[in-house]
Structure formats: structure tokens, C-alpha cells
């Protein structure tokens, strides 16, 4: 039986704001496959986001959703992970709103370890204001604000985030479909802080500009690219050049979890206060 999308979808929101050829509709319903699976009640679902394309995504489901300031979905998520630490908490972010706005709520979240999931749609560029080149921008390649081709070199978004200490570490594509729906499902069931990379094909503000003459180019440059973590760490060096590296890339299980061990330090607190010692 098809899967009825519908009724996770806020009545009245669509059509979507999306450009035609836009991987986001894709990667959306991979989300809304993963949380099925899990069977989770949408009223137990917060969903936050920031600013940009990928942002626009909680406005249209029916869960617990929050459209909030560039760069700080991940403030707003924390604060409502600990006043509800029953609810799953999901972020959507761009490349641009999680790595450069919210570059340092980014590294810091990644240390905190709070149980929530970071979903970082990488297009490579700033898509909703225009194609500017973002920390995820390949060097060499053009945006709008580097016309002749960008002099700063990428942020691997996944070393970004084990390197800060997250405890869950995951790259997907747009592409490579079923599994990404698995790959959420795990991000979502690990307990402490996982980020998702999805690789995503921005058309109209990247790929015009980097000669991907249609959407089906940047689609097959992601079968080409990426390689299951796997295979990827079984080839020789040299024909690892232009590839990168897809599934769970870190998984770290048991670190304590934030919301835990601040109510914990609390309960230590009111106890020390009972007993009058200073
Ligand atoms: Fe998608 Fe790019 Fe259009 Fe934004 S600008 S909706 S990322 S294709």
C-alpha cells in the first residue's frame, strides 16, 4: 500500500515554496517514512528550525514545530528538550544556518550531548538568499559572492561534528534514498546528540551556477560521490579522490546525556541545601 504522506502534512500549507528539481521534497518524506517506522506519536515530535530553504520544512508538518531565529534553531531546541525532555526533538538546518550563523551553537550542542537530532541539509550554498557560498562550498567552485571561484576551503561537516564531540555522526544523500530513512531512524533512536549530513541538489542557486545543467546531473554526481562507509574504507587512497564517505561514520553509545545529568546535578543541589552545609 503507497504510503498516505497526507497525514503527517499541517492541512493548508501546501503547495511548498521548494523550486522544481529541489532534492528538499525527497528528503522530506524520507523524514516523515522514518518517524512512521518508529511508530512515535507526532504530539511526542518538536521539530525546530532556523532560517533558509531546509527551514521552511516544520512549517509544514502536523507535530510540535518552531520557526526560529538564523543560526539558533539549536538554542530554541535546547531550551525545549529540557523544559520536555519526553519530547524527540528534531532540528533542520542548512549548511549555512548550522556551520556559519550557527557555527558556534553547532560545536557546542555537539559537546553538550542532549538527545535530539541535528538534520544539516548541505547544499553547498546559501539557496533562499540568493547563492552565496557558504563553509560548505567546495573550493574552486562558484557562488554568487565568489564568482570566480571560491578561496576558502569546506567544512567536512561530519569531522566538524566529531571532532566536538557528538556522539552520533551520519552522512546521507538525497540520492541514495532507503537508506536514508534507515540512517534517520538510527540518528533518532541513538540516545545523546546525532547530526545528519544530507547531501541535497540546490539547482537553482548552485547547481546552475557550477555547470550541473539539470537537477538529474547534481542526482547522479551523488550516485557517483558517495560510497557506503564500508566499501569507501576498502579502496585504495588514490581512487578515494573526489569520493566521501556515506553511512554512520561515528557512534558512540552510553556518554552521559545532557538533561539527565543537569537534573541529576540539580537533585545534588537540593539535597546539599537540606543538609544546611554551604
Ligand atoms: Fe531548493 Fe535551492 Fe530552490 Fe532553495 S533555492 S528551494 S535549496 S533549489
Known amino acids: 500500500m503507497a504510503f498516505d504522506y497526507q497525514r503527517y502534512i499541517r492541512g493548508g500549507k501546501l503547495p511548498h515554496i521548494w523550486c522544481p528539481g529541489c532534492t528538499y521534497g525527497t528528503v522530506f518524506k524520507s523524514l516523515l517514512r522514518a518517524i512512521d517506522a518508529q511508530k512515535l506519536d507526532r504530539n511526542d515530535i518538536a521539530m525546530v528550525s532556523g532560517i533558509g530553504c531546509a527551514s521552511r520544512l516544520p512549517g509544514y508538518v502536523d507535530f510540535n514545530t518552531l520557526h526560529t531565529a538564523h543560526g539558533r534553531a539549536l538554542v530554541f531546541a535546547t531550551g525545549l528538550k529540557m523544559a520536555k525532555p519526553d519530547k524527540h526533538v528534531l532540528v533542520v538546518s542548512g549548511d549555512g544556518d548550522a556551520t556559519a550563523i550557527g557555527g558556534n551553537h553547532f560545536i557546542h550542542a555537539c559537546r553538550r550531548n542532549i538527545d535530539m537530532t541535528l538534520l544539516v541539509f548541505n547544499n553547498y550554498t546559501y539557496g533562499m538568499t540568493g547563492g552565496q557560498y557558504s563553509p560548505t562550498t567546495p573550493y574552486g567552485l562558484s557562488a554568487s559572492t565568489m564568482p570566480y571561484g571560491n578561496v576558502d576551503f569546506a567544512f567536512d561537516i561530519p569531522s566538524l561534528a566529531r571532532g566536538a564531540g557528538a556522539t552520533f555522526v551520519a552522512r546521507g544523500t538525497a540520492y541514495h534514498v532507503p537508506a536514508l530513512d534507515r540512517l534517520i531512524v538510527a540518528a533518532m533512536r541513538h540516545k545523546g546528540f546525532s547530526v545528519v549530513e544530507i547531501m541535497n541538489a540546490c539547482p537553482t542557486a548552485f547547481g546552475k551556477r557550477n555547470k550541473f545543467k539539470s537537477p538529474t546531473d547534481l542526482l547522479l554526481w551523488m550516485k557517483?560521490?558517495?560510497?557506503?562507509?564500508?566499501?569507501?574504507?576498502?579502496?585504495?587512497?588514490?581512487?578515494?579522490?573526489?569520493?566521501?564517505?556515506?553511512?554512520?561514520?561515528?557512534?558512540?553509545?552510553?556518554?552521559?546525556?545532557?538533561?539527565?545529568?543537569?537534573?541529576?546535578m540539580v537533585e545534588r543541589l537540593k539535597e546539599k541545601e537540606g543538609t544546611g552545609k554551604p
Open 224 to 264: 557517483e560521490s558517495f560510497v557506503p562507509v564500508e566499501a569507501f574504507e576498502k579502496l585504495p587512497p588514490e581512487k578515494t579522490q573526489g569520493k566521501l564517505p556515506m553511512g554512520i561514520l561515528h557512534s558512540r553509545e552510553g556518554a552521559p546525556e545532557f538533561c539527565e545529568a543537569y537534573f541529576a
